[in-house]
Every structure is written in structure tokens, then in C-alpha cells.
């Protein structure tokens, strides 16, 4: 039984039970007030009958002086009588007003001649209660009054039975409109629980955003902070799974265009190698040929390998980076560059401007290389023939007060038609081709500017992009204070 009431208990809601709880806080504190007020009350009776028994028995002991004996009955339901105690036991004088069992009036003047002084205690008479006093109103005589306490334990009775009613309604009063404001207090508690089984029925699939939030107003300040954390956490949770679905979507964005860019040079070079097979016999004209296509086609792939591997190690962040540094001279290699661009694209007119004549920094010059020939083999690329094309090298310490504190900036310029603003912000991503119906011999894999923002990030650089129509410019900025005890520590980390 006791087990089904805990198990009743603990399946009820934490209003109720809340209410419940109040209830039987309010019926103990209920209860010590009653108690404590019918005692109180009890006493105070008993104490007004006590004085009117000691203003009674004062006028009885004047009769009994000058008559002899009690000359009138005080109040109805009252008893008197006089004992002379000078003997063995009380004897008790005749006339007397005594009920026809008078021992407990008898046992109250032995008492009184025991103790020498006078006696107050309550007994039964006739199976009722009675107050009796006793004391001494001559030499070797005793008064004693009886006084019935039936009404005063009825007035007892009666405010008992309104106090348990009151105490009653009351606590009645109590669960049910204590209860209605428990659960207007707790209704914010719900909300979020309503909030959590959301949660829990969300598809996260799709998208990362949470649909709810504990968002209604009301509450005491300790649900108003339980409010805050709890949708704090919901702020955290949406962003960290903003983050996952939006790296699980770039992965599978990198996966299908990975696994698009190495399925045609793949079917060109099972291609050839079908054509070179049956060319085999041939004139070796058209073997050389063949054999020649298939060099090419497996020198793409293994590039696109490179990059792919470059960019995984990068974001990978491996304790050995793959970073030589060392010092070099940052204007040599864009003229390095610059060079290597005019002999592979005669048909860009190339200028190179330096603001200083030496530039040296620690990093690693192969990988600054590879961003240079990257950017600007991206120009020549996506520009007709005959745009000019220009490489800055200057210096930025506008922002500290010594030279260190700036910046090396390379801005890689061309006059072209620009890059349109909806795929400026996706120019660096992998695989993204701002002309889609440019032919991969044309246009590249997409993963050269994607490579040259992860090479200047290593670096502790950046590389952003500006472009209007008639001018687009890539530039690229390295820290000057690079140090070689921090910057290896930076290209490590």
C-alpha cells in the first residue's frame, strides 16, 4: 500500500505535487495554531473560574463567620461545604450543599489541612468534571466549592469544531488556488519542456536551426535565469550545429566535385589507353600521340592530388606543417613569378612595382610561390588575351607605430571584365567555378585560389579579393613581425 501511494506520488505532476506539499506544511502549522489557541483558551477559562471561585468563596467565609455556615447557593450547579478538620478525618457540617457523593470535597479539605494553605484541582463528580477550592475560613474549618466545567469544555468543544472547519476550508483554499498559481508560475518550466521534445522531433538533416524557444515572459527571477541559460544553450546548440551541417555539406560538396574532377581525367586516360592499345600496331606517330595524351592526363590528375592532399594537411592542422620556413626575399619572388607568367602567358602584358628594393620575411618562399603562380595564372585564365595584368609589393605599417607592426601587401591586379558580385564570396571555395561552362583544360580544377587562402592563413596572412567591372584585385597580406621562434610556432599550430 505505502509503495503504491510513493509510486502514485512520484507519477504526479511537480504542480500538484508541489500543492500537495504546501498542504500538508499548512495542516501542521494549522494544527500547533489550534492546538496552541484551545490551550490558551482552556487555560484562560479555567483561570476566570479559579477568580470567580476565590471571589465566591470570599463573601461565603463572611456568612460563615457571622451565621455559622453558608448562608445561599452561588450559582446553579454549584456545590459548598464546610468541613471541620480539627479532628482524625474531615467531617463534614450539617446543613450542606453537597452532591451525594462528596469524597472529592472531602479529599479537597485534606488537602487543605495537609498542605496548610489553599487547594485548586479539577475531579470527576457524578462522572463530570468539576473545579474545586479549598481553603481555611476559621480555626479548624474548611470551605470547599465545587464549580462544573461542563459548559466551559462545551465552549471548548465548539471552538475546536470551528477551528477544524475553518483550518479546513482554509487548507482546501489552500491546494486548490495554490495549485492554479503553481502551475501559472511552472507554466514556463513546460514551455521548455515543450521546447526540449521539439528538439528532439527536430530533423536535423536539413537544417541546423532549432524552431522553438522558450520565449513566454512571465516567471520569478529564478525562471527567468533558467530561462536565459536554457535558451543561451539553445543559442550554443544552433551554432555548433550550424557549423557541423554546414562543414557535412561543404564535405559532401568536396567529395561529389572531388570524385567529378578525377572521373574525366580517369575516362581519358582509360581512353587513350583503349586508343593506344589498338595504335599499338600503328604508325608510331599516332602511338606518340596517344602515349603523349595519356602523360598529360596523368600529370592533371596527379596536380589535383597535390592540391587535394595540400588542402587536407592544411585543415588538418598536423603538428608538422607543411611549411618550410626560412628568410626570403618576398620582392624576388614576385619577380620570380612574374617571370615564369610572362614565359607561359606572352599574350598578358605583365608589369611588377615594388616600393622597396629587398623584402625579407621568414616563410616558406616554394608555397608563397605557389600562391603567386596561383593568382596570377588565375588571371590569365579567366581574362581574354591582351589584358594587362599587374603584381604591387608595398608596405602597410599604417596601423602601429613601428615597422614591425605592419603588413607586406601583394596585390595581384587585372584589367578584366570582373567578377560578378553573387561569386565574389565563393571565389575561394573548392571546386567553385565562376564560369560554369568553362572547360576544365580552360578553367582549372577550382582549387587554386582555394589552395592560395589556405597557404596565407598558414602563414598567419590573408587573402581577400576586390573586382569591379575593368578591374579585379587579389590581395595578399603577410604579418612583418615574423619572428623565426614564432613563426614556426605559428606554422606548427
Known sequence: ??????????RLRLGTRLALGMGVLALVVFAVVGASL??????????????????????QAKDVVVYGRVQDKPYWGWYSGLYKISGAAPVLRKPADVPPDASELRATAEAVRTSGADVLRTARIGGEPYRLRGCEVDDGV????????????????????VQVVAFLLALLGLVIFGRAVLRRGLRPLSDMAHTARGITSHDFTDSAR???????????PEVEELRTAFNTMLEHIDDSLAVRTEAEQRLRRF?????????????????????????????????DRHLARLRAEAARMGV??????????LDAAQVEAPLRPESADLVELAGQAADAFRAGHP???????????????????????????????????????????????????????????????????DAGPGIPAADRDRVFDRFYRVDKARSRDRGGSGLGLAVALS???????????????????????????????????????
Open 210 to 220: 532549432l524552431p522553438v524557444r522558450a520565449d513566454r515572459g512571465d516567471g520569478g
Open 142 to 161: 474548611v470551605l470547599v466549592t465545587a464549580a462544573p466545567l461542563e459548559d466551559m469544555e462545551n465552549t471548548m468543544d465548539r471552538l475546536v469544531a
Open 304 to 313: 589535383l592530388l597535390d592540391d587535394l592532399l595540400l588542402l587536407a594537411r
Open 1 to 10: 500500500m505505502i509503495a503504491r501511494c510513493r509510486e502514485t506520488y512520484r
Open 347 to 413: 599574350d598578358h602584358p605583365l608589369t611588377v612595382t615594388a616600393t622597396r628594393k629587398e623584402l625579407r620575411l621568414r616563410l616558406d618562399p616554394l608555397r608563397i610561390r605557389q600562391v603567386l603562380d596561383n593568382l596570377l595564372t588565375n588571371a590569365a585564365v579567366h581574362t581574354p588575351a591582351g589584358t594587362a595584368v599587374s603584381v604591387e609589393v608595398t608596405v602597410d605599417d599604417s596601423d602601429g607605430d613601428r615597422e614591425s607592426d605592419g603588413e607586406a601587401v601583394v596585390r595581384v591586379a
Open 255 to 287: 567529395v561529389a566535385d572531388a570524385s567529378h574532377e578525377l572521373r574525366t581525367p580517369l575516362m581519358s586516360v582509360r581512353g587513350y589507353a583503349d586508343l593506344f592499345q589498338y595504335a599499338a600496331a600503328n604508325e608510331p606517330g599516332e602511338r
Open 38 to 59: 484551545s490551550m490558551y483558551m482552556r487555560e484562560y477559562l479555567v483561570r476566570q473560574l479559579s477568580d470567580q471561585m476565590t471571589h465566591v468563596q470570599t463573601t
Open 455 to 493: 597557404l596565407a592563413r598558414a602563414h598567419g596572412g590573408t587573402l581577400d579579393v576586390t573586382s569591379d567591372p575593368g578591374s579585379t584585385v587579389f590581395t595578399l597580406r603577410i604579418p612583418l613581425d615574423r619572428t623565426e621562434g614564432r613563426t614556426d610556432r605559428q606554422l606548427k599550430s
